[in-house]
């Protein structure tokens, strides 16, 4: 299958490697770094509820991340450490909304990957996966009346999430709008433990553009160079009023569903196949055979990375947790409705 | 052979239970239909419960001197198989008759109109949430809105009728009543949830005159009736007794209040053990006990609970009165006014003037009746008539 | 000229729209047919690109009206029954609801429901769901029973920051008309009191404020006076204007047509049986539909709602405590 992909890659400007190439890079290097930290301090027991790591796809992530402009909007989901670092989210955002601090974006009511800078473009994901697709519609609905015609919108979702009811109708409504959506499909295989073969019966994710109306692309997940191209040729694309564009990326999840689960039901031989590399060594021979870094420059740059995400984690952990007795306990937004509601 | 029970029946309207005096047969005897086999009591009177059909006694499970509700089984007859079905045919007969009297028993369903009143709300007695907040509120005791008509449901008072009550009382001159006003209704109100009944006899007071010039300073005549009433009580405890559930419990002490009147109601002093305090002693003390509760000062041991007391409306000039026991307390007597009057004298054959008073005793109707409280009076009156006995 | 109870919602939309460059409006073929009962007739005409005809696709409608709610519009999102808004339901209730709680970014908002039942509607055209959006937390739930209500709430519910589900009652669309509109008396959360007594406090909104009208006047010629307070808004709710209704009557009677387990009756004889007990002669009751889907034939379909002579055997039941 990867034979066939190369098919469809597009050529990429040139002119924007190797500086595209590395700053997509050390995002992917940072989200690792910090997805280990965040493994960690779910083993020490310091983080109440799941942890839900990208190690596999952080090179899809990153890509859409990088290559979106100021001004876009961007609503990722579970697995885009990478992606939302590229975005601009503060590494600090992470963590204090892992520890349930009332300084995060959250204010400690919600949790982990929950998170998201609405006002900045990046959009919080809940639970139900598929949901976040038409809000990124309607946000590009938005622009649009305001007579936006530049900003484009991207929203990642994996496999599994391309089998719900909100996936389907947001992809068609978008594409019955002409919006300039791109959807991300990471398909790391696994759906926590289904397969794809019990997720879908198409040949492959992609064909089911065609269907929608939108045009298609697949990539290799586990190749930044060729993620880069395709996502870009994609988001051009979209940016151009050729409506919405489905990348489906190939990859696989380098990691359990969730940190507690141990994935023994994942068939280990695809960690033997092209799709079970992982794109972070991948990226550091591409850089290397290029020879736009050596060894050396990035563990300096791991160096960093590290010591970024060690602040990050020492400044959180100092912070207030939310406090029962501080908390507002009203969900409105309008003072008169709030004040209505606390009458009771 | 089949076993017909031997059930207590109904013996009269509102009884639900009767104790058992006598079983008048023997287990192994042969009975005929309609014989009486046990004798039970009932607050009314005694009555037997006879066979329901001939034959054996087979066993009796009542026993004597304990209490059994009105259908529950009291033994069994050894009974022909004819008897046995025919006695159990009727029973279920009974049971379909009560169904189809009342089909809709099985329904829940009653016409919305139709509805009865739940037993615990019927009549004047329930007082809704909002009725018992407005007289909580102005401290007013739930049954003190028996002055208030009901116009509601089973004759209780609404809280409508209440307000038209309030609103009407409020075009009437009002001043606030005094604590001993309060403590005073609070505790007759309280003894008269009991049914207090009133006897009096007519007592020389001759003799208590005659003998109060022997001593000083001398007692009143209160102090002699408090006296006499103390050592009659001694004598007959249980005419003090105080019934609480099922239980009388009697003095442990002869306790006797004597009343005293101060400002704006009654205080209640009371003599510990006054049976066994000498007569001559009681006029200090009672001068005492008065000082101090007009000043509202009583001692301690003043104030404990009476056992009963006497008061002395006499010196008001009132001759009869029907007094009320304070709540502790199982009975009262009250002394009146004594004058002169004509006394037939036998030995003479002709009146002869006397000073006479009338003396009344209030008594706690369920822990005595008219003869135990008529032999008290007796006692007393043999006591005030020989007053060197107390 | 006078002007109907679904004219007035029309004229809202209408007024939104020509004010607020922000407002615009998306639902099932809302735009050339103006809407399956005409709420939105000629709007698209008249404000072209603002009223736009979405698919079949509840939850994308309400998904994409949170995102473009978020980037600053005013969506109206317009289900076309409110039976099909449940297929929406985990947009509204965990996306929309929570957006504001788990942001501090306001997500405004407004759903139209039309709700309730006409003769041979069926279980799926005529559900009431103000109970079921009501029980969660973040959302405004509107209940209008009077044509002003219709325009006034309908405008208040487009201004205000939190998402509204604004329930709209069908049977009442062309049944109710007014003279011409009266501006808002009251702010949307208070409740009014549509007609003032003295011996029993009946509470209802939408189409059963007028069913319970037509009880109270049954109910004069017996000399018993109804006071109704008509809730308007039930989520949240307005107990200050229900308790003192019921301190002034003592007694207490709610009315509504959606199910009775759980629901708009049942939280406002809780909140009376916590609130207000002293102010009680009697328990509080309740009147709802009956516990099973909604009927098609119109003969078990009238008996399945609330009527006036249920309401009034109902409130004379209150007076045998």
């Known amino acids: 299958m990867l034979d066939t992909l190369k098919e469809h890659r597009a050529d990429v400007a040139p002119s924007l490697f190797p500086d595209l190439y590395i700053t997509a890079f050390k995002w992917i290097l940072l989200a690792r770094i910090i997805e280990e930290k965040l493994g960690n301090l779910w083993r020490a027991g310091k983080i109440s509820g799941g942890v839900y790591l990208g190690k596999g796809q952080e090179a899809i992530s990153s890509a859409v991340g990088t290559l979106l402009k100021p001004g876009d909007l961007f609503g990722p989901l579970i697995r885009d450490q990478a992606g939302r670092l590229a975005f601009g989210e503060p590494i600090i955002d992470v963590f204090r909304t892992y520890f349930g601090s009332r300084t995060g974006p959250t204010l400690g009511r919600d949790g982990n990957v929950h998170r998201g800078r609405p006002r900045e473009g990046q959009f919080p994901m809940i639970s139900h996966l598929g949901s976040l697709v038409s809000v990124v519609a309607g946000a590009l609905i938005a622009r649009r009346f305001r007579g936006d015609r530049t900003a484009i919108g991207a929203t990642t979702i994996g496999d599994g999430g391309t089998s719900t009811g909100s996936f389907h109708e947001a992809v068609n409504m978008a594409a019955v709008e002409k919006l300039p959506l791109v959807v991300v499909v990471a398909n790391n295989r696994y759906a926590y433990s289904t397969p794809n073969s019990r997720e879908f019966a198409c040949n492959d994710l992609v064909d089911r553009a065609r269907g929608y109306g939108v ?45 507690h689960d141990d994935a023994f039901y994942m068939d280990k031989r695809l960690l033997e196949t092209p799709i079970g590399r992982d794109c972070l060594k991948v990226a550091e021979s591409y850089l290397c055979e290029h020879e736009w870094a050596d060894e050396t420059r990035i563990e300096s740059w791991k160096k960093a990375a590290r010591q970024q995400v060690e602040e990050s984690v020492a400044i959180a952990q100092r912070e207030p947790q939310a406090d029962p007795n501080e908390e507002v306990w009203c969900p409105y937004a309008t003072e008169s409705v709030a004040e209505a509601h606390s009458l009771r | ?33 309609d014989q009486e086999v046990i004798e039970v009591e009932t607050n009314k009177a005694v009555m037997s419960v006879i066979t329901p059909c001939q034959g054996v006694i087979e066993s009796f499970s009542a026993e004597v001197n304990e209490t059994y509700p009105v259908g529950s089984t009291l033994g069994y007859i050894e009974a022909s198989e ?58 007013i005791h739930p049954t003190d809105l028996g002055v208030v008509a009901g116009s509601g449901v089973g004759g209780r008072v609404t809280t409508a009728d209440f307000e038209a009550y309030l609103d009407h009382l409020s075009r009437r001159p009002s001043k606030k009543a005094s604590p001993m006003r309060l403590a005073v209704a609070d505790s007759m109100r309280r003894s008269w949830t009991r049914p207090l009944a009133t006897l009096g006899v007519s007592v020389s007071l001759e003799p208590i005159l005659a003998h109060r010039k022997t001593l000083s300073p001398s007692p009143g005549p209160a102090l002699y009736v408090a006296k006499a009433v103390a050592l009659a009580l001694a004598e007959f405890p249980q005419s003090a007794g105080l019934l609480v559930g099922n239980k009388i419990f009697l003095p442990s002490s002869i306790d006797i209040g004597v009343a ?49 007391s006497v008061t002395n409306f006499g010196t008001l000039g009132v001759h009869w009165a029907t007094p009320i026991p304070l709540p502790t307390e ?47 009076v007796r006692k007393i009156l043999a006591l005030l008539a020989e007053p060197q006995l107390l | 000229m006078s002007i109907t109870y679904l004219e007035a919602i029309r004229e809202a939309q209408r007024r939104a729209l020509r004010d607020d460059p922000r407002v615009y409006i998306y639902g099932q073929d809302i735009a050339t047919f103006g809407g399956a009962f005409k709420a939105t007739k ?27 709610a978020i980037e600053g519009m005013r969506p109206i999102i317009e289900m076309q029954f409110a039976d099909f808004s449940s297929v929406a339901i985990n947009q509204i209730v965990n996306q929309a609801a929570t957006f504001f709680w788990r942001t501090q970014v306001a997500c405004p908002i407004t759903i139209r429901l039309p709700s309730g039942g006409n003769p041979g509607s069926g279980p799926f055209h005529s559900q009431n769901l103000e109970s079921l959006y009501a029980h969660f937390p973040g959302l405004v739930v509107m209940t209008p029973a009077t044509v002003d209500d219709a325009y006034n709430m309908l405008l208040e519910a487009i201004e205000i920051s939190d998402p509204v589900i604004y329930c709209e009652h069908k049977y009442l669309y062309n049944r109710l008309k007014v003279e011409s509109l009266k501006e808002a008396e009251l702010p949307p959360h208070k409740a009014r009191v549509a007609r003032a007594g003295r011996d029993l406090t009946i509470v209802a909104y ?49 009315v509504g047509e959606s199910w009775p387990w759980g629901g708009v009756n049942a939280e406002v004889v809780a909140s009376v049986a916590t609130h207000g007990f002293h102010l009680l002669d009697a328990p509080p009751q309740r009147i709802n539909s009956k516990d099973t889907p909604i009927p098609f034939s119109p003969n078990l379909w009238s008996v399945h709602k609330p009527s006036s002579q249920v309401i009034a055997a109902a409130a004379r039941r209150l007076f045998d405590w």
Not at chain 2, 17 to 27: D, F, G, P, R, S
Not at chain 2, 334 to 340: D, F, I, K, T, V
């Open chain 3, 42 to 68: 000629n709007l698209a005409r008249e404000f072209p690109g603002r009223v736009i005809d979405s698919p079949i696709s509840e939850d994308a409608m309400v998904g994409s009206a949170i995102g473009a």
């Open chain 2, 82 to 139: 004819e008897d046995a079905e025919r006695l159990a045919q009727a029973a279920t007969v009974s049971m379909d008759t009560a169904h189809a009297d009342h089909p809709s028993a099985t329904t829940a369903s009653h016409p919305p109109s139709q509805r009865e009143v739940p037993v615990d709300y019927a009549g004047s007695s329930f007082v809704s949430a909002r009725l018992r907040a407005r007289i909580q509120e102005l401290g």
């Open chain 3, 206 to 254: 939408s189409a059963m404020v007028h069913e319970s009208l037509a009880a109270a006047e049954q109910l004069r010629r017996e000399n018993i006076e109804v006071e109704i307070v008509d809730l308007r808004t039930v989520k949240p709710l307005d107990i200050d204007t229900i308790l003192s209704s019921v301190a002034r009557t003592s007694r207490l009677l709610c």
């Open chain 2, 330 to 376: 199982t009975l009262i007597v009250g002394l009146g006014y004594g004058e002169m009057r004509p006394f037939w004298d036998e030995k003479s054959g002709r009146f002869q003037p006397r000073l006479q008073a009338e003396l009344t005793l209030s008594f706690d109707h369920r822990v005595i009746d008219g003869g135990q409280s008529g032999r008290l």
């Open chain 2, 260 to 308: 005293v009147e101060v400002e704006d109601g009654v205080v209640v002093p009371v003599f510990a053990n006054l049976d066994k305090q000498p007569l001559a002693e009681l006029p200090g003390q009672y001068k005492k006990f008065l000082q101090a509760a007009r000043e509202k000062r009583l001692p301690e041991e003043a104030r404990r609970p009476a056992i009963a």
């Open chain 1, 215 to 259: 045009e298609g692309h697949s990539m290799d997940g586990t190749d930044l160079a060729e993620c880069l191209e395709v996502l870009g040729n994609a988001m051009e694309r979209a940016r151009s009023g050729r409506g919405p564009q489905m990348v489906v990326g190939h990859c696989l999840r380098l990691t359990g569903h969730a940190e």
């Open chain 2, 1 to 33: 052979m089949p076993k017909v029970p031997i059930i207590m029946p109904q013996l009269g309207e509102s009884i639900a239970e009767a104790t058992v005096v006598q079983l008048t047969a023997k287990v192994g005897e042969h009975v005929d239909t």
